[in-house]
């Protein structure tokens, strides 16, 4: 048994036992994936001439943190990123180690890492966030699942070679419709919300597309830098950010998607 097949064989049973737990633990578990997290996207430009504007960082997570454990309205995410800009912009005017692009890479880290994660905490929350915080999970696993198997047996045009070489059109579409499948399973368990099939597979699409726009984004950073993943914490996997790229990306998508349905 190779050492992915390992990691996944732990990890995912943890991961599982945190959401299913929800409250303060489910919490606690976001909390410390995002962290590893930023670490990780810190660490990726650390030998670049553009620094990430590590004492920003560390404020911000902190001040999160204690909102998190306030239960803060999510509409504070939107405080975050203004203080975040304001100081990540004041900055590099003082110390000359940073730069206006430290800034950037500093409320992005934010927004992508902090906020983003923030987001899975509030569908968690929400009603029947018990069931709809795996659609955060699924979509983006059969998303990649079905990609790689397609892509693997069927693909032939490459999708965007110059950011991740091994990905194809085939796959991607097959990826869209794994994404499809797997909500539409989810679904068969879920009755009792007030979710149609036309308006479950609008969300899948939807998420397949926006999944593997975090997976090449992801791609995208680490071909800057020069690295192959984030981090080793999962081995055979790489790093927390390496493993929830896509779920990053969709989990925006299903809260806000949840919300203007009203389910």
Not at 52 to 71: A, D, E, H, W
Not at 88 to 113: R, T
Not at 143 to 170: I, M
Request: net charge positive.
């Amino acid at each position: 048994m190779n050492t992915r097949v390992i990691s996944a064989i732990v990890a995912i049973p943890i991961l599982i036992l945190f959401t299913i737990a929800g409250g303060y633990i489910f919490k606690a578990g976001v909390m410390a994936l995002t962290a590893i997290a930023l670490y990780e996207y810190i660490s990726a430009y650390k030998n670049t001439n553009s620094k990430v504007i590590t004492p920003v960082i560390i404020l911000v997570y902190f001040l999160n943190f204690i909102l998190v454990f306030l239960n803060y309205d999510f509409e504070l995410n939107l405080l975050l990123i203004i203080f975040t800009t304001l100081l990540s912009m004041s900055v590099p005017i003082f110390n000359k180690k940073y730069n206006v692009i430290s800034s950037a890479l500093s409320v992005i880290g934010v927004l992508y890492i902090i906020v983003f994660f923030n987001t899975l905490i509030q569908i968690r929350i929400n009603n029947y966030g018990n069931r709809l915080i795996w659609l955060t999970y699924i979509v983006p696993w059969a998303c990649d699942t079905f990609a790689y198997y397609t892509g693997k047996f069927f693909g032939k045009r490459k999708l965007c070679p110059d950011v991740s070489p091994k990905k194809t059109v085939e796959g991607s579409i097959g990826g869209i419709l794994g994404s499809i499948v797997g909500s539409i399973i989810w679904l068969s368990f879920n009755r009792e919300i007030n979710i149609s099939v036309a308006s479950i597979m609008l969300l899948a699409i939807m998420g397949g597309i926006i999944s593997q726009i975090g997976d090449l984004s992801a791609s995208l950073i680490k071909r800057h830098v020069g690295i192959k993943d984030y981090g080793n914490i999962m081995p055979g996997h790489g790093g927390v950010l390496d493993r929830f790229d896509s779920i990053l990306f969709v989990a925006p998508l299903v809260y806000y998607y949840i919300e203007i349905m009203k389910f």
